[in-house]
């Protein structure tokens, strides 16, 4: 390289716009198919469980809380999805996708890695149900 085209480079990167994507302040446009965080839709979803038997990466759970009324929790473990849409495809009612637009899951604990969707009470009856099954299991293991 000679002088003469590297002061041509040098002139050149002043006279130029940075590359540089201006994150987090901005934020770039995702394409439309672009896999992001899986969302569910509790109205629509029959509980056929394809989804569940289908994710490779099991990070899929149902929760039948009234089957006759159509009343489903999904679990999502975000930190096993390999964002592959098998659930999306599998899904025959559509009450399953990956969003364009949530992809910043980067967390510093666990939490926000285990989403649990439905309705308010529903939710609210899985949890309770799941605290219920760990307050007695650690009561078994205390007796023993
Ligand atoms: S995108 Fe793939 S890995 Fe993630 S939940 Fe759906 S089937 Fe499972
Ligand atoms: S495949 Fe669709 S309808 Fe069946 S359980 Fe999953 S989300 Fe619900």
New binding site residues.
């Given amino acids: 390289m000679t002088i003469g085209s590297m002061l041509g480079d040098i002139v050149n990167s002043f006279i130029k716009k940075p590359v540089t994507e201006k994150y987090p302040f901005v934020r770039s446009e995702t394409p439309e198919d672009f896999r992001g965080k899986v969302v569910?839709?509790a109205e629509?979803?029959?509980?056929?469980?394809?989804?569940?038997k289908?994710c490779p990466s099991k990070a899929?759970e149902?929760f039948t809380v009234d089957k006759a009324n159509k009343k489903?929790v999904?679990l999502y473990r975000v930190d096993r999805c390999t964002y592959c849409a098998q659930?999306e495809v599998?899904?025959?009612?559509?009450?399953?996708s990956l969003s364009d637009d949530q992809w910043e899951l980067a967390a510093t604990s666990l939490k926000p890695f285990e989403v649990y969707y439905g309705r308010e009470e529903d939710v609210k009856y899985v949890l309770d149900q799941a605290a219920q099954t760990a307050a007695g299991a650690s009561e078994e293991t205390e007796k023993e």
Avoid at 44 to 51: A, D, N, R
Avoid at 90 to 96: A, F, N, P
């Fill in positions: 569910f839709d629509t979803c029959t509980g056929c469980g394809l989804c569940v289908d899929l149902l489903f999904m659930c599998s899904c025959r009612s559509k009450s399953i």
